[in-house]
């Protein structure tokens, strides 16, 4: 499907909405491969990450060898360099990735929102939803906006979570801080149930807004 890409805010050249979205596919996919990369460590090392009571209770036992062979066993990659706590640097990257790919789509939120704006798009009227709380005539693009809203209050979280689990102060536990990526994990659920890309929900209108209308016509007739 034809229609006209924009710099600046203002009508460029054409392209395609297919072109468009390979964009967005093309930057998702990396950020998914770096979470498939991302290695979750783990530690069974004590209150301080020495042994100290493991050995107190079977001192001839190997036991850096038995937590290696331990977390292995969980599927997780084993640290040996601990206090209290595993350090978490694994967990910031894993959130800085989560934050990157959110951005992606919040970007795609804002782009589909200008799109309808442009009049390329038009929303489906669906039966039983109010489109706008006064003015019956029109559909808010309400999906993009709260997809944008929700993702970006995920990124907040995941950008102080990313910057504070791994500093933890005096080897102080960082469970209680941990527990607010339930939130980030919540915001992004909401957002994908809105869904910053919905092609059920919206239609090619007949005649594009009228300052598109001529060089979509001559992408038309060349093609």
């Not at 706008?132 to 999906?143: C, G, Q, R």
């Not at 995941?158 to 339930?182: E, F, I, K, Q, V």
Request: aromatic content about 6%; cysteine-free; overall charge positive.
């Amino acid at each position: 499907v034809p229609m006209l890409s924009h710099t600046h805010g203002q009508p460029a050249t054409p392209t395609t909405v297919g072109k468009e979205m390979a964009n967005v596919v093309a930057r998702l996919r990396p950020q998914i491969a770096a979470l498939e990369r991302e290695e979750v460590l783990g530690k069974i090392a004590g209150a301080t990450g020495s042994y100290q009571a493991h050995l107190s209770a079977a001192p001839a036992a190997d036991w850096p060898a038995f937590a290696k062979g331990f977390v292995e066993s969980l599927g997780l990659v084993h640290n040996p360099y601990t206090t209290q706590i595993e350090p978490h640097d694994f967990i910031a990257s894993l959130f800085d990735t989560v934050a990157r790919f959110n951005t992606i789509l919040i970007d795609l939120a804002r782009d589909m929102w200008g799109y309808i704006s442009l009049g390329y798009f038009k929303q489906r009227v669906v039966a039983g939803e109010v489109g706008s709380s006064t003015m019956p005539h029109k559909v808010n693009p309400i999906d993009y906006e709260n997809a944008e809203g929700n993702l970006g209050l995920a990124n907040a979280i995941l950008a102080h979570l990313g910057s504070t689990m791994p500093r933890p102060r005096l080897r102080l536990s960082t469970s209680r801080t941990l527990h607010s990526a339930r939130s980030s994990t919540t915001r992004r659920k909401v957002a994908h149930l809105a869904r910053p890309a919905r092609p059920d929900r919206l239609d090619r209108p007949a005649q594009p807004r009228r300052r598109a209308r001529p060089l979509l016509h001559r992408i038309r007739g060349a093609a």
